[in-house]
């Protein structure tokens, strides 16, 4: 499946760095989606892009910054992270923002923070 | 907030038998969703349920829907090695189009 791409696909960083995701979706979709997934917990909601507009940040600490420059790609700006911050980052995209719409998931960055 | 409850956690399984996972809600849903994650990869949209009720099939999955639409289940028979992996309900509410996820129920085939 390559309907949604990310890179890299694993990084590791220091807790001084500052890194990008970056997530691009080749399905048309006018919706994206930051999820962070961590181990025995449920995926955690972090950003909602719709045309480019956020309209969803729950509550993410601000050294998660997202950026949407168009509606294909999303990019994820990290800077002065915690080791708690290791998860994998899921990028998702969906047709719209409609209460059935599915949604369509990248393969994940798996980020580890020393 | 709003929660979606999964259980189990984990479902140790002979190959052949059969598995189910349950996912409940304390609030009526508007729909219900399922995904697959399987090792290492990401999740992958299964089903959608939306009315009271409703049992869909996929060969040897069966989703299911609460008449109260507050609970759902899937069903695998006869289990194979390809159906390894974390299986991830998915709910919303009040027409909402966020999905609050359960914590999945991860697969296991003993060998």
């Known amino acids: 499946e390559t309907g949604v791409t990310q890179t890299p696909r694993h990084l590791v960083m220091g807790m001084t760095n500052k890194k990008s995701l970056k997530c691009e979706q080749h399905l048309g979709h006018n919706a994206m989606y930051w999820y962070k997934q961590s181990a025995k917990k449920p995926l955690e909601l972090m950003f909602v892009?719709?045309?480019?507009?956020?309209?969803e940040n729950n509550s993410v600490p601000s050294r998660f910054s997202p950026e949407c420059p168009n509606s294909s790609h999303l990019f994820l700006h990290l800077h002065t992270l915690q080791p708690e911050d290791s998860a994998l980052y899921l990028c998702a995209s969906s047709q719209d923002l409609r209460s059935t719409d599915t949604q369509y998931f990248g393969p994940g960055t798996r980020l580890t923070v020393l | 907030g709003q929660q979606v409850m999964q259980i189990p956690q984990y479902q140790h399984v002979q190959e052949g038998e059969d598995f189910t996972t349950y996912c409940n809600s304390s609030t009526t849903l508007s729909n219900i969703q399922w995904y697959k994650q399987r090792p290492g990869g990401h999740p992958v949209f299964l089903i959608q349920?939306?009315?009271s009720g409703e049992v869909k099939k996929q060969k040897r999955l069966t989703f299911q829907f609460g008449e109260a639409k507050k609970n759902s289940s899937l069903h695998i028979t006869a289990t194979q090695t390809t159906d390894v992996g974390t299986y991830f309900c998915?709910?919303?509410?009040?027409?909402?189009?966020?999905?609050?996820w359960g914590a999945g129920t991860k697969l296991i085939i003993k060998p």
């Open positions: 349920l939306v009315k």
């Open positions: 998915a709910g919303r509410w009040d027409s909402n189009y966020q999905l609050i």
């Open positions: 892009y719709n045309f480019k507009e956020q309209t």
